[in-house]
């Protein structure tokens, strides 16, 4: 999808230092949400707000102290519950620009349910799903998205979980916008979030962050110098799905099914490789994508979905809207004075 920076209406143009707090930053040497944190304070200055139009809520875990760390308003809510927040602060100011930052055990553990109603009513915020596949703040026990098998404190035997796929379960609840981005990719992380924030609708980006501490490098199979070019599709609207470190490779439909097949061998040519389509309301490919993992295929990245719908925070002020007027009470005192009252 190409990226278009929004307009920035401040007088003062903003900058990254300007979103930094004066909060000392608490996690592991070596921890992913470092890098997150940077791309997050240099995507801000670009998208057109004030920083009291900004808020950050999160839930519990070691992504949630993110709003200490950003120069904004901020709430540090509690576990799973950070949607329900970032709904009501929306719904109170809708000219807010809501992000909720959260991790994989907080958002689809605990707080699942809360998760997948924030995407089926496509309120206006924007989701950061921070997936390092393990607790990182209580010491190392396997989260929902963790593999089968992995050996974790609260699985000394190896977990017999089948995990979550972040991207499925988004699909599952009708998302709008996924995203997938990592967090060694600076850049690519502040266009994304760029394009989740210009969504109108609930922005899921889901973030492969590695925690060093108790599951270090769970994406070097992705992210390792020697395989990325070849195990990694960054996605465009409008753009073929080619990748490899040869850029000669690409995906194509072989029935109902993705496969992947080589420029130049067996007749296949440029023009037989699939074009992304983001903004299609059919979900099908999405999910096809959402679905890809290496070795066998490349694990897909960028922008996946951007369909056009109406927000969940729209239709309730079109509905105050027209209500109000035929209101028979105008405030809450005449209200709560009303009828049948009694004096103590």
Avoid at 108 to 119: D, P, T, V
Avoid at 291 to 306: K, W
């Amino acid at each position: 999808m190409e990226t278009t920076h929004l307009t920035n209406t401040n007088e003062t143009t903003l900058t990254a230092k300007d979103f930094a707090s004066n909060q000392d930053v608490r996690w592991c040497p070596g921890c992913g949400d470092y890098a997150i944190l940077n791309a997050i304070q240099k995507t801000l200055p670009e998208i057109g707000k004030k920083r009291e139009d900004i808020v950050f809520v999160s839930g519990i875990g070691c992504s949630s102290r993110f709003p200490y760390y950003v120069e904004s308003y901020g709430f540090h809510t509690i576990h799973g519950r950070a949607p329900a927040i970032a709904t009501g602060v929306k719904l109170a100011n809708p000219k807010l620009s809501v992000w909720q930052v959260t991790g994989d055990g907080d958002a689809l553990a605990i707080g699942g349910n809360h998760f997948i109603h924030a995407l089926r009513r496509n309120i206006d915020i924007n989701i950061l799903l921070f997936n390092n596949e393990i607790y990182g703040l209580t010491k190392g026990q396997f989260s929902p998205t963790s593999k089968t098998g992995i050996v974790t404190k609260s699985s000394p035997q190896g977990t017999v979980d089948r995990s979550f796929n972040p991207g499925k379960l988004a699909m599952g609840a009708n998302a709008t916008f996924f995203a997938r981005v990592v967090d060694i990719e600076p850049k690519k992380m502040v266009e994304v979030f760029i394009e989740a924030e210009k969504h109108r609708g609930t922005s899921l980006v889901e973030i492969l962050q590695n925690c060093v501490i108790f599951n270090d490098k769970v994406f070097a199979g992705i992210t390792d110098k020697e395989v990325k070019f070849d195990n990694q599709l960054w996605l465009k609207h409008g753009e073929r799905m080619i990748f490899g470190s040869a850029n000669n490779k690409g995906l194509r439909l072989n029935g109902l099914k993705l496969e992947v097949v080589t420029i130049g061998e067996n007749g296949i040519t440029e023009n037989d490789i699939l074009v992304h389509d983001a903004f299609c309301e059919d979900s099908t490919l999405h999910n096809l994508l959402i679905n890809l993992s290496a070795p066998e295929f490349p694990v897909v990245f960028g922008v996946i979905r951007s369909y056009k719908a109406p927000t969940f925070n729209d239709g309730i002020w079109n509905q105050l809207k027209e209500e109000k007027p035929k209101a028979k009470f105008k405030t809450v005192n005449e209200l709560m004075n009303s009828g049948v009252t009694w004096e103590i």
